[in-house]
């Protein structure tokens, strides 16, 4: 035994990946529990476990109404969930040796490094202690800011918990609310949009991108990395809002008969939310196809490596996008801001979108057949949200199966902890081969 547990130790994917397990199985039998509910009533094990991945996962996706369903003890256990599944479990489990200036190990280094998807190890406990400063900061900085709006609406007591679960639900990408409706009391709210907008947005960037941010102060000092992030996040952002606002503008369902500034912000908080955080100020249900459409390819692109998002990631988006250029202009190289992006990124980079893709195909084809009463596009909503994390629907997650609620459940899980990850964690690694093939020309195109 105490073999197995070192050997699991020293393989920091497959710590990560049985230590969500263990979170997730144990916030289950937690909120399994008749005194976690309003009605004193248990939930049932597969709703439970539905639940605590969903949270655990930073997903958002639910089988019953998180404000009517779960009393304070609840929210406060899904709450957790989410904070510790944002942050990561080795982030939290190390925190009590910085404070007691006690030495974190080389394996830990490595969890931690896999963990925060970071390529040195140096100045790891500096970045683990920016990571948790920063997190405790813009988390009070957010519902300081949502008190403005909720103390005065619900009062002292009520108004600063609403404020702390959505500022903590927002930074984590979370999107569980404790509202009922999620934002759409507060769509046009300008303090509720924007302060949540920027939540989202900062907790998906990475904390990479953040902490470089903050030390250099510079747009034009950043990394490549940082510098893809901002780029494609930036253009994402807004030209998702305009596409959303395009296409929904003379829907009577959604933004239709509004005021432009009401249209506005509501297209702008649609396009930031639906790449990973799971909020929504419209009736998803009531937005048309091509808007369902334009959604998924933003859940599916997600947010930034080293976050607290989830989905393809923009950097991977944005090195298959260069490398396509570069291709079409027949280079051989891939080149981002002048510099010349490394043949194994690249290639890494098209197994995370192959593997993703046939996740995403494979378990919305078999939903199609446990769970037939549904639209495929509903389906398949509904799996690109739970694999890239982001928790909006269509509405149908209550409805699923048992079988579908368990698929949709092992798709957060996959799609929190990542696919290579999770091929890393329980596949045996080969040795790269010393032997050299002769190359084969294939036509391809």
């Not at 896999?114 to 997190?135: A, I, P, R």
């Not at 549904?374 to 928790?391: M, Q, R, W």
Request: proline share 2%; aromatic share 10%.
């Amino acid at each position: 035994m105490r073999k197995k547990l070192d050997q699991i130790y020293l393989n920091p994917p497959l710590f990560l990946t049985l230590g969500f397990g263990i979170m997730i199985l144990m916030g289950a039998f937690i909120l399994n529990l008749p005194i976690m509910s309003r009605s004193g009533e248990s939930i049932g094990f597969m709703n439970a476990l539905f639940t605590a991945a969903s949270a655990s996962c930073v997903t958002g996706l639910i089988v019953v109404n998180t404000a009517e369903f779960w009393n304070f003890a609840g929210q406060l256990v899904i709450l957790f969930l989410i904070q510790v599944g944002g942050l990561g479990i080795m982030t939290l489990a190390t925190l009590f040796p910085i404070i007691m200036r006690k030495k974190i190990g080389l394996t830990s280094r490595q969890i931690i490094r896999e963990q925060l998807n970071v390529e040195t190890m140096s100045g790891m406990v500096k970045l683990l202690k920016y990571v948790m400063f920063f997190t405790l900061a813009v988390e009070l900085l957010g519902a300081i800011l949502m008190a403005l709006v909720f103390v005065p609406d619900y009062g002292m007591k009520r108004g600063l918990w609403y404020s702390i679960f959505h500022s903590i639900s927002a930074f984590c990408n979370a999107g569980f609310d404790v509202l009922g409706n999620s934002m759409v009391p507060y769509k046009n709210n300008f303090i509720i949009n924007v302060d949540i907008l920027l939540l989202v947005i900062i907790g998906g960037l990475g904390f990479q991108v953040t902490s470089e941010l903050l030390r250099k102060k510079s747009l034009t000092n950043l990394s490549v990395h940082g510098k893809l992030v901002l780029s494609i996040s930036t253009l994402l952002v807004f030209g998702g809002g305009i596409v959303f606002f395009l296409l929904e503008m003379s829907n009577t369902n959604t933004l239709a008969n509004q005021s432009l500034y009401s249209q506005g912000i509501q297209a702008l908080f649609q396009s930031v939310v639906a790449r990973t955080a799971g909020f929504n100020s419209v009736d998803l249900s009531r937005i048309r196809e091509s808007s369902v459409i334009f959604l998924i390819i933003l859940m599916f692109v997600g947010g930034s490596p080293g976050s607290t998002a989830g989905g393809l990631k923009t950097t991977t988006f944005g090195v298959l996008f260069m490398s396509m250029i570069s291709s079409i202009r027949g280079s051989e190289d891939t080149v981002i801001f002048k510099k010349k992006i490394p043949q194994s990124i690249v290639i890494k980079s098209l197994a995370i979108v192959m593997i993703s893709m046939l996740l995403i195909v494979s378990i919305s084809f078999i939903l199609t057949v446990t769970d037939s009463n549904f639209k495929y596009l509903d389906i398949l909503y509904e799996v690109v949200s739970a694999y890239a994390t982001v928790g909006a629907s269509r509405g149908i997650t209550a409805d699923l199966s048992v079988v579908g609620k368990l698929i949709i459940t092992i798709t957060m899980f996959i799609g929190r902890i990542g696919p290579l990850t999770m091929a890393y964690a329980f596949g045996k690694r080969k040795k790269q081969s010393k032997i050299e093939h002769p190359e084969a020309n294939i036509s391809v195109g």
